[in-house]
């Protein structure tokens, strides 16, 4: 199990979409781990729930070939290539010195407005493709911007959610299950149900105790209420680690540009915000309290799968917070995403040619991640 994942970690380039297609040509094509309806079972679930899809696919998978360790090995093995690589990374920023490399820092953080821009257009296309969830996407982006912080951020997507319930109800029924309950028992889903809601709720109380307590609060919180994909991770992030002062918004607009051109979860930039706190402490820290409450719902919500999407309410309600995840990220390219990178009008021209290259011309994160760097590097010294 570990070393198919980490085959897998080593080489999903090019966000979730992409990496369930990877799983689905190595797990369902060529080793038939399961087959075509309990995988499509299991994706619908992962984007039902809020937290890392793709990872918490390959959770679901490990956990339905080798029990509890195979569902740790599967995530452990698709998530520690890119968490290392961007821990060293937090942990060399220190060391960038001289026009060329201040230039390719800033290329870095001018390429998080293309890339964001881009889910933004890619979401809002699939996400909101009605009057109403376009509505929802307004009105929550409106809100975030307004309303600073979590609290903004939570109650865009708690608000979407009770508008999906009145305005989004109707369409297609879900397709049945192809693998029920993965071998999870109701009594273990409804412990991990428990343990979600009592760090949730519990952790912030205990925050003040000690430093490690109140990082670990803020990155398990931004994992718990990310919907949408891992874009998202990116307002809900910044509120928790940038605005307390624990990173510097060019820091963290940097590692968010880096990120794109690893393999593996968009997560992980978990690993490199916490090693600019902690090191390498801090960097396991942040990657395990992010990613926790995702693996946690999984658990939780496998043996009442079927039940749940059969609910035209839950459906309901999961477009309208869809629709609002829209909102909250164009709210965050708006804010501290275009206001930290963006300085002149080279830096549009540059955030405008990887927006093309990525949109239209189909290039991968990584290539445009690359050719920003340089061009970064090439404007800092013309």
């Given at each position: 199990m570990f070393g198919t994942f980490l085959k897998l970690g080593l080489t999903s380039f090019g966000g979730p979409v992409a990496h369930l297609g990877y799983f689905r040509e190595e797990l369902v094509v060529r080793r038939r781990?399961?087959?075509?309806?309990?995988?499509?079972?299991?994706?619908?679930?992962?984007?039902?729930?809020?937290?890392?899809?793709?990872?918490?696919?390959?959770?679901?998978?490990?956990?339905?070939?080798?029990?509890?360790?195979?569902?740790?090995?599967?995530?452990?093995?698709?998530?520690?290539?890119?968490?290392?690589?961007?821990?060293?990374?937090?942990?060399?920023?220190?060391?960038?010195?001289?026009?060329?490399?201040?230039?390719?820092?800033?290329?870095?953080?001018?390429?998080?407005?293309?890339?964001?821009?881009?889910?933004?257009?890619?979401?809002?296309?699939?996400?909101?493709?009605?009057?109403?969830?376009?509505?929802?996407?307004?009105?929550?982006?409106?809100?975030?911007?307004?309303?600073?912080?979590?609290?903004?951020?939570?109650?865009?997507?708690?608000?979407?959610?009770?508008?999906?319930l009145v305005l989004c109800r109707g369409g297609a029924e879900a397709p049945g299950s192809g693998a029920e309950g993965f071998g999870v028992s109701r009594r273990a889903g409804v412990a991990a149900l428990v343990a979600f809601g009592v760090l949730l709720l519990g952790l912030p109380l205990l925050a003040q105790a000690s430093s490690g307590l109140a990082v670990f609060d803020s990155f398990y919180r931004a994992g718990a209420l990310v919907f949408g994909g891992g874009h998202v991770v990116l307002p809900l992030l910044e509120a928790e680690v940038v605005r307390p002062g624990w990173v510097r918004q060019e820091d963290f607009l940097a590692g968010y540009g880096a990120a794109q051109a690893v393999p593996g979860p968009l997560f992980t930039f978990a690993a490199y915000l916490g090693a600019l706190i902690g090191g390498w402490g801090g960097a396991a820290l942040g990657l395990v309290a992010v990613f926790l409450p995702g693996l946690l719902l999984v658990v939780g919500a496998l043996p009442f799968w079927a039940g749940l999407r059969a609910r035209p309410g839950a459906r309901a309600a999961l477009r309208g917070a869809n629709a609002a995840v829209v909102g909250l990220l164009a709210a965050a390219l708006a804010g501290p995403v275009w206001q930290g990178a963006v300085l002149g009008w080279e830096d549009v021209a540059l955030a405008a040619v990887g927006f093309v290259l990525l949109v239209w011309a189909r290039v991968p994160s990584w290539g445009v991640v690359a050719l920003s760097a340089a061009g970064g590097a090439v404007l800092a010294v013309v």
């Open positions: 781990w399961i087959g075509e309806a309990g995988y499509a079972d299991l994706v619908a679930l992962c984007q039902f729930l809020p937290g890392p899809a793709s990872s918490q696919v390959g959770f679901a998978m490990g956990l339905l070939r080798g029990g509890a360790l195979g569902g740790l090995a599967a995530w452990a093995a698709f998530t520690l290539p890119s968490a290392i690589i961007l821990a060293l990374f937090a942990m060399g920023l220190g060391t960038v010195q001289g026009p060329l490399g201040a230039g390719a820092l800033h290329g870095l953080k001018v390429v998080a407005v293309a890339i964001v821009a881009q889910a933004v257009w890619g979401m809002a296309r699939s996400l909101c493709p009605d009057l109403p969830r376009a509505g929802i996407a307004v009105a929550a982006g409106v809100l975030a911007f307004l309303v600073a912080g979590a609290f903004g951020q939570v109650g865009a997507i708690a608000l979407g959610a009770l508008a999906g």
